[in-house]
């Protein structure tokens, strides 16, 4: 199976090439805005859901993954800092906490179309404000949800974690396989499982 991932993300192409899957890239741009009093769990998988649905629909025949992920801290979603200043607020919430980190996963072929949500718990060790500094300055928070990169510098900050790994930096690979499974073996239908 050649799958179409819906997403740029190179931590995600990463996790699914060490995983051995074969795979092309097409990102499946939308609008991100968080609708009013939407929670975490319903936005990712949304967000999840459509960017699916715009690759999806000028490739029917193919196995179309996508996925969007977040960090939760006090049910608050921490996405992709803006700049530097933004990053550090993010490490300051973090600091000596324990996080959600939550990914909306789908998987679409044909009229078939899958979703559930992954939940990993993350815990930060207390961070001093020059580890925070440095850490900013190192520049690895970019296009980071909630500021940090588990598989990187910020390793040295997580003391636990409860869940999938792999969840964290982008993409949790167990859920992917079974998703792909269930559309490829049940010709599921449309179904919005695991929403939250």
Request: overall charge negative; proline content about 5%; cysteine-free.
């Amino acid at each position: 199976m050649r799958i179409l991932l819906a997403s740029r993300s190179p931590r995600r192409a990463d996790l699914l090439s060490s995983a051995g899957y074969t795979y092309d890239v097409m990102p499946g741009d939308v609008n991100e805005t968080v609708h009013p009093g939407e929670n975490p769990g319903n936005y990712v998988a949304r967000m999840a859901r459509a960017k699916a649905a715009v690759v999806a629909e000028g490739y029917p025949d193919r196995f179309v993954p996508s996925a969007d992920t977040v960090v939760v801290i006090d049910g608050a979603i921490l996405g992709k800092p803006l700049d530097a200043d933004h990053a550090q607020v993010m490490l300051e919430q973090l600091s000596g906490r324990i996080h959600e980190v939550l990914t909306g996963v789908t998987v679409s072929h044909g009229q078939s179309v899958v979703t559930q949500v992954e939940r990993t718990r993350v815990r930060f060790r207390k961070l001093t404000p020059n580890e925070i500094a440095a850490y900013v300055g190192s520049g690895e928070f970019q296009d980071k949800a909630g500021g940090y990169a588990i598989q990187g510098l910020a390793s040295r900050f997580v003391d636990h974690i409860e869940g999938s790994y792999s969840n964290v930096v982008g993409l949790p690979i167990a859920l992917v396989d079974s998703l792909l499974h269930d559309v490829q073996n049940e010709g599921a239908s449309e179904s919005d499982a695991f929403l939250f």
